[in-house]
């Protein structure tokens, strides 16, 4: 049932304003002065978060405290919208913050197996309660010159209760994290962190490499989920390791990791490097993923780390705990952009492995993977497979769409006139030579 929190706002008696403190309660230094304009903001701070508790005394019968997060971590902030969204019997709405305010709202849910629209307790002007647990959650708008923001405010019946929230927190989330991919993206508004689900599984059968560099990497992340971090102690070993992709783009680096966060035994990130990679950003990704080990991270592009980041980011991988339980996979289409500091140095990234064009080999094993005999004769397989030879994973992909999309126009897939097209292309690209369109024409000059 909705309630409102003004009714508690009234006669509130603070710790340390007028009255003798009860044996062992604490006292606050400074005290509260009713009708001191200068507390008026304390006041309605006071106001609020009394009245929050007061209620939640009242209801529950036992006494919430007031607790505030210095790490900077929302994980259940996440997951309370999550359990609201999916009406988990596990968290109530307790009531609403403040009158005049949304209480309720909606939201287009494009992930669902039917997408429609969704109505729920709005996050913000709401106090959830895990009463199971005692822990409340209240996210409270807050009313300033140029507009209204929220503050993310924490209860709970004492320490014991926090600490097991936050410990089942990290359970929950690295179980959630199993099936979807934390992404991480460098604005010049900040980092933006998204949480992603995996639509469509990669396996590891649909990752086209050379057998022995493919047994290679998988085998390195299994031997590190399957290990107990007790050996690494044991032993003195790193508890992290790190393996740098590189090579030209479109030959399978993108697949190769989505196939890893899909089948390895933990939670995996992806951050993309940008011009706005900070050192801000640096230290918020390790911490996020520090919660998440052991984990794999992946960085995407690794060389565009600009020039001001990379002694932060170079000194964040030497840290004594800072990779604690991630697996580190950097990728990079420009090795020789990298700096010399992260090739094959212990620690930081521990191996180098290049991802090169296709042979005839991988080139007809990427064909007949996709289903392309599905249009095509052996005979003409073959074919494709000799005339495709300098084609990249990426341009095979593209020359079994075509093969797909002619064959369901006229019958039969011509082979030949789609690799020449695709040849074609390709030299324009290289070549780079615009028309200036005064022969009628836009594109590239044959």
Known sequence: MERKMEQYDTGLQLPGSSGAAEAGEERAIIAYEPGNPNMSEYESYARVTRGIEDMLEERYGMTYTLYASDDGNSDYWDLLEEDVKKGSPEVECAGRIYEGIEGRTFAYDEDSSTP???????????????????????RIPMFRQHGIYSEDFVFATGD???????SGVRDR??????????????????IQRESEPITRAVSR??????????????RSLDQFFASDRSFYRKHNLPFKRGILLYGRPGNGK???VKSIAGSVQGPAAYWQITEYTSSVSVQEVFETAARLAPMVLVIEDIDSMPQSVRSFFLNTLDGATSK????????????EKIDPGLMNRAGRFDRSYEIMLPDADLRRAFLERRGMLDFVSPEELERAVALAKGFSMAQLGELYVSAAL???????ADIDGIVRSMNGQLSKEKRGNWLDGRDGGIGFQL
């Open 116 to 138: 429609e629209y969704s109505i729920h307790p709005a996050i913000r002007n709401n106090v959830f309660v895990y009463p199971e647990q005692g822990v409340a959650l209240a």
């Open 160 to 166: 014991e209760a926090i600490s097991r929230f936050l």
């Open 173 to 190: 989330q690295r179980s959630r994290e199993k099936t979807r991919i934390t992404v991480f993206t460098d604005t010049n508004n900040g």
């Open 205 to 218: 059968d649909d990752v086209i490499l050379p057998e022995p560099l493919k047994k290679e990497i998988y």
């Open 254 to 256: 993108t697949t190769l």
């Open 324 to 335: 604690e339980g991630i697996f580190l996979i950097g990728t990079t289409n420009y090795p």
């Open 406 to 412: 002619d064959w369901n126009e006229h019958g039969k």
